[in-house]
């Protein structure tokens, strides 16, 4: 069993920075491929940048360049550094992980991002 808690969300000026984390709960958080997703309000929930155990990454080209993604596989954490944010970033951003062996994913309750004009 797998259990996901995200922190660092909240409300910020078009321009500036937050940096997301989640913690992982469960064994072995080597053996997966960390994720952040986000949902904006009628949209569906897309791919926003993702690590392997390995600290390979990828990201969805809206947030290329202005967003990084990193690990501790000691302390079992991702983090989500945001910057040069917009309002078009303003949605639920939700952590997940991948797990390498049976292909289940599982999902944090997610943590609100508010981007002002």
């Known amino acids: 069993q797998v259990l996901l808690g995200e922190s660092g969300g909240g409300l910020v000026q078009a321009g500036g920075s937050l940096r997301l984390s989640c913690q992982f709960y469960?064994?072995?958080?080597?053996?997966?491929?960390m994720e952040w997703y986000r949902q904006a309000p009628g949209k569906e929930r897309d791919m926003v940048a993702r690590i392997t155990p390995g600290s390979s990454t990828a990201y969805g080209d809206s947030v290329k360049g202005r967003f990084a993604i990193s690990r501790d596989n000691a302390r079992s954490t991702v983090s989500l550094q945001m910057s040069s944010l917009k309002p078009e970033d303003t949605a639920v951003y939700y952590c997940?992980?991948?797990?390498?062996?049976?292909?289940?994913?599982?999902w944090g309750p997610g943590t609100q991002v508010t981007v002002s004009s």
């Open positions: 469960g064994r072995d958080f080597s053996a997966y491929v």
């Open positions: 997940a992980a991948l797990a390498l062996r049976t292909g289940q994913k599982y």
